[in-house]
């Protein structure tokens, strides 16, 4: 099974390794339990997002290998405009994982060298934020 280092992913795509290492401290740890990953992410003209079939053949891959890996993708939102800022955002992805060792290892998973190759040929832009995985978005 192949390992995906940090070198192989492009720079925009490279994990934050002092907020991986808080994940990695949570997955050794007692405390360990359910997160959600909200992506806020921007799609390369190639990937063709929202029918294109490098982005379809990416995000079908992705919930796959994400239930594969023990996780889920909860929600895909197109995302239409924003009202503060001016970062371009083209989706948002709801992907919660039963604990952070899940997340943590995704690298390492079955899938996770063609998951993470369609992943860098797709998004121009990403980011990841890490959410309390307790409750689930518009569950209430």
């Not at 192989?8 to 997955?27: C, G």
């Not at 390369?44 to 997002?49: D, E, I, K, N, Y």
Request: aromatic share 10%; net charge neutral.
């Amino acid at each position: 099974m192949a390992i995906i280092t940090a070198q192989q992913q492009p720079a925009h795509l490279r994990v934050n390794r002092a907020e991986f290492s808080i994940i990695q401290k949570i997955a050794a740890s007692a405390n360990d339990g359910p997160v959600l990953m909200v992506n806020l992410n921007r799609y390369t003209s190639v990937a063709g997002f929202p029918n294109g079939d490098l982005y379809l053949q990416y995000v079908h891959g992705l919930e796959a290998f994400l239930k594969v890996a023990g996780g889920k993708i909860l929600s895909r939102l197109p995302v239409f405009g924003q009202m503060v800022g001016d970062q371009k955002i083209d989706e948002i992805i709801f992907a919660w994982y039963p604990l952070h060792t899940i997340f943590a290892n995704l690298h390492t998973m079955p899938g996770a060298t063609e998951n993470f190759r369609l992943r860098g040929l797709c998004v121009e832009y990403a980011v990841i934020h890490r959410c309390s995985g307790d409750r689930y978005p518009f569950s209430e």
